[in-house]
């Protein structure tokens, strides 16, 4: 599994990193944790995901920098289905 934040230079990040190290920890799974180089770096974000795809990673979680911007360009890259999680609680997550 994989997650892919914004920066690693924002507190929220960091922890919610820690929080993502020590579950996958809790349950035996690999995780691999990345983030773009700075606030706003699409073009790390999808040659990340480029490079998860290639190696075979089978769920890829993504907080991106810029939803228009880099969504449209997952779809395609995906071999399997793709969903978005929306921050507030009051949506589901929903196929697109």
């Known amino acids: 599994m994989a997650l892919i ?7 929220f990040f960091i922890a919610m990193g820690a929080a993502a190290k020590d579950e996958a920890a809790k349950k035996n799974v690999t995780l691999i944790y990345e983030a773009g180089k700075y606030d706003g770096d699409n073009a790390t974000q999808m040659s990340m995901m480029d490079d998860l795809v290639t190696r075979g990673v089978k769920t890829i979680a993504l907080v991106p920098n810029l939803s228009a911007g880099i969504v449209p360009a997952v779809k395609p890259r995906a071999s399997r289905p793709v969903s978005r999680c929306w921050r507030s609680t009051r949506h589901s997550i929903r196929p697109i």
Do not use: E, R, Y
């Not at 934040?5 to 507190?11: A, G, I, R, Y």
């Open 5 to 11: 934040v914004k920066t690693l230079s924002n507190p």
